[in-house]
């Protein structure tokens, strides 16, 4: 797993392996688990795709801020 973090260099790609991450760990808390546990993953799991959007966010708005200074 930690290959796969020190491979991501682009904020585009970080925020796939986010919201890949974010799926896997819904897909893996199956509905029989203790309702702690469960809401415990769906909290991870919604930080990282927040995180995502934000990581998004902020390079958008920094390539905007590049062009307009241009």
Do not use: C, F, H, K
Not at 34 to 61: I, K, T, V
């Amino acid at each position: 797993m930690s290959e796969l973090v020190e491979a991501v260099d682009e904020p585009g790609r970080l925020s796939e392996v986010l919201r890949a991450w974010a799926e896997a760990i819904r897909e893996d808390t199956p509905a029989s688990v203790d309702a702690e546990r469960a809401e415990r993953n769906a909290a991870m799991a919604g930080l990282l795709e927040r995180a995502s959007q934000m990581l998004l966010e902020r390079y958008a708005a920094e390539g905007l801020l590049q062009a307009i200074r241009r």
